[in-house]
């Protein structure tokens, strides 16, 4: 039987095991894909931060730097807008596109994004 102070040495003991674990799990990306409502994946180059989407939407903005129309097709000076369901409601929004590098290639003035339908 154990002690009292073997029991407390080993759980400290697993405790510590956990967080090296933890740590080395923590650095690996994590993509959460809810296949019912996800229907696109959006990735930032830069940092490899993505995310997931139900819609995937190209706003136009105006001289006066409000959003006009949405538009299905990327364009130069069109931000990526996921998940819009108001106005002010949306999941991410990027800066406006500067250039179009491919079909699913896009970069702003902040970043370069790739999106993906899955």
Known sequence: ????????????NMKKKMNKLGNKLADRPK?????????YVVTRKEDNKQMTANTVKFIQ??????????HEEPAIGRSIVLDLTGPESYKWLTSQIVEIISNTEFKTKNSTYTLHKV
């Open 1 to 12: 039987m154990k002690s009292f102070l073997q029991k407390v040495n080993t759980h400290r």
């Open 31 to 39: 993509l959460y894909i809810d296949l019912a409502i996800d229907n």
């Open 61 to 70: 903005w105006n001289e006066n730097g409000v959003g006009g129309s949405l």
